[in-house]
């Protein structure tokens, strides 16, 4: 992964996430076209200025306000860089390196008091001077309840040992039954570690 290193040679995470922005954000991201198979972003100051490239390779140039509760800035409380790779039908996969679990908690948390939509797509486990991925965490694989459940989980700090979050609360949350989410949450991580024994064999 060419794109970034990881900070002092220690360990990081890369998270992607499918993102809608709000309607009437006025985000020229999706302002411009709801399909871009790339996207640049150049915010100074009070202007915003964005290059996207449609899938048919034309570019066009949009041009927006920079306020509080735009997409950029909720990265930016989080000390992290957003990557936009492209929209698909007027939702942004953007990538961003993080530090810890907390990190990825807070990034979501802040995302959702500004946009409509956020899912975790994918996390990697992000290594050494060469930011080598070692582990991939792809969870296209899992249904959307697994994946509900799941990142859930993981944004309230339920695999955190030192975090005091109830399986039973998780389930109230998602008005299931504590059973019914164990469930999915034992099925989703056998898949999950399925996946990366399947990727580390080929």
Same mark, same amino acid.
């Given at each position: 992964?060419s794109?970034?290193?990881a900070?002092?040679?220690d360990?990081?995470?890369?998270?992607?996430?499918?993102?809608?922005?709000?309607?009437?954000?006025?985000?020229?991201i999706?302002a411009e076209s709801d399909e871009?198979?790339s996207?640049?972003v150049?915010?100074?100051g009070?202007d915003?200025?964005v290059?996207?490239?449609?899938p048919?390779?034309?570019v066009?140039?949009?041009?927006g306000e920079?306020?509080?509760?735009?997409?950029?800035?909720?990265?930016?409380?989080?000390?992290?860089?957003?990557h936009?790779?492209?929209?698909?039908?007027? &939702?942004v996969l953007?990538?961003?390196?993080v530090?810890d679990? &907390?990190?990825?908690r807070?990034l979501?948390?802040?995302l959702?008091?500004?946009?409509?939509r956020?899912?975790?797509?994918?996390?990697?486990?992000?290594e050494?001077?060469?930011?080598?991925?070692?582990? &991939?965490?792809?969870?296209?694989?899992?249904t959307?309840?697994?994946?509900?459940?799941?990142?859930?989980a993981?944004?309230?700090?339920?695999f955190?040992?030192?975090?005091?979050?109830?399986?039973?609360?998780?389930?109230d949350?998602?008005?299931?039954?504590?059973s019914?989410?164990s469930?999915?949450l034992?099925?989703?991580?056998?898949k999950?570690v399925?996946?990366?024994?399947d990727?580390?064999?080929?």
């Amino acid at each position: 992964m060419s794109d970034v290193a990881a900070a002092d040679g220690d360990r990081r995470l890369r998270v992607d996430l499918d993102v809608d922005p709000a309607a009437d954000s006025g985000c020229p991201i999706v302002a411009e076209s709801d399909e871009a198979a790339s996207v640049t972003v150049n915010a100074v100051g009070d202007d915003c200025v964005v290059d996207v490239t449609t899938p048919d390779g034309e570019v066009r140039r949009g041009t927006g306000e920079v306020t509080d509760d735009c997409l950029c800035h909720a990265f930016g409380r989080v000390g992290c860089v957003p990557h936009f790779r492209r929209v698909e039908g007027g &939702t942004v996969l953007v990538t961003a390196y993080v530090d810890d679990r &907390t990190a990825v908690r807070r990034l979501v948390e802040e995302l959702r008091g500004v946009v409509d939509r956020v899912r975790l797509v994918r996390l990697a486990v992000v290594e050494g001077p060469d930011a080598t991925e070692q582990v &991939t965490f792809d969870l296209s694989a899992l249904t959307p309840k697994q994946r509900r459940g799941l990142e859930l989980a993981v944004v309230r700090g339920y695999f955190d040992g030192d975090r005091d979050v109830r399986l039973s609360d998780l389930a109230d949350e998602l008005e299931i039954s504590k059973s019914a989410l164990s469930q999915r949450l034992r099925t989703a991580q056998a898949k999950l570690v399925t996946d990366i024994f399947d990727d580390a064999e080929r």
